[in-house]
């Protein structure tokens, strides 16, 4: 079975910088694009980032400029690098990554339970 786990996330104040990382597991042929979302209470999951399989990073417009989003296709492996974080950022994040498990199979879009993220001092 195909598993994403999540860890990095934690408080931290106003301005500060966290890691996200986000490994799978599992029964894989291919991972294609990845991916962060993002969840605060009572709103809906967002796009935070995403990143193809050739490195190709794109960002949704309120983040650009201070996350930068990453993988390492030999660990399987995507991050999420936050700086200059505001409390408005403050939400769960997780993690998506489009995969096929088989040679000719569809793709999949699996997801990570998400790590917390708070900014607050």
């Known amino acids: 079975q195909v598993q994403l786990v999540e860890s990095g996330g934690g408080l931290v104040q106003p301005g500060g910088s966290l890691r996200l990382s986000c490994a799978v597991s599992?029964?894989?042929?291919?991972?294609?694009?990845m991916g962060w979302y993002r969840q605060a209470p009572g709103k809906q999951r967002e796009l935070v980032a995403t990143?193809?399989?050739?490195?190709?990073?794109n960002y949704a417009d309120f983040v650009k400029g201070r996350f930068t989003i990453s993988r390492d296709n030999a660990k399987n492996t995507v991050y999420l690098q936050m700086n200059s974080l505001k409390p408005e950022y403050t939400a769960v994040y997780y993690c998506?990554?489009?995969?096929?498990?088989?040679?000719?199979?569809?793709?999949?879009?699996?997801w990570g339970p998400g790590t917390q993220v708070t900014v607050s001092s």
């Open positions: 990143i193809t399989s050739g490195g190709s990073a």
């Open positions: 599992g029964r894989i042929f291919s991972i294609n694009a």
């Open positions: 998506n990554a489009n995969i096929n498990r088989s040679w000719g199979s569809s793709r999949y879009a699996y």
